[in-house]
């Protein structure tokens, strides 16, 4: 099993920043992918970007692409989202999650075996 806990939302303006941590634990050994999600009330839960094993090849949603970072910390087994020029259609609840199986769509929460709880982002105009 791998246990997921996000940190690091919070209230703030449009225009500012945050970055978000997930910390994993548990056997981490055979993680393929990790991946950031999102879900604004009243909406599915949505793709934000994913990132390989080793922190490579980030990619994308184009509603993020230019304003969202993905990294990785290897030592501490740790999966940073940085969040730049935040909008208020950014506000969600943001989930990290890691796949152990082989997929061609990272960008599917059926691709994925592990969930965080979340961590709420409210970005006001």
């Known amino acids: 099993q791998v246990q997921l806990v996000e940190s690091g939302g919070g209230l703030v303006q449009a225009g500012g920043s945050l970055r978000l941590s997930c910390a994993a634990s548990g056997r981490t050994f055979g993680i393929i992918s990790w991946g950031w999600f999102r879900q604004a009330p009243g909406k599915e839960r949505e793709f934000v970007g994913a990132v390989s094993w080793s922190g490579s090849s980030p990619y994308y949603a184009d509603s993020v692409k230019g304003r969202f970072t993905i990294s990785r910390d290897n030592a501490k087994t740790t999966v940073y989202l940085q969040m730049n020029s935040l909008k208020p259609e950014d506000t969600a609840l943001y989930y990290c999650?890691?796949?152990?199986?082989?997929?061609?769509?990272?960008?599917?929460?059926?691709?994925?075996?592990?969930w965080g709880q979340g961590t709420r982002v409210t970005v006001s105009s």
């Open positions: 999650a890691a796949a152990r199986r082989y997929s061609s769509s990272y960008d599917l929460t059926a691709s994925y075996d592990y």
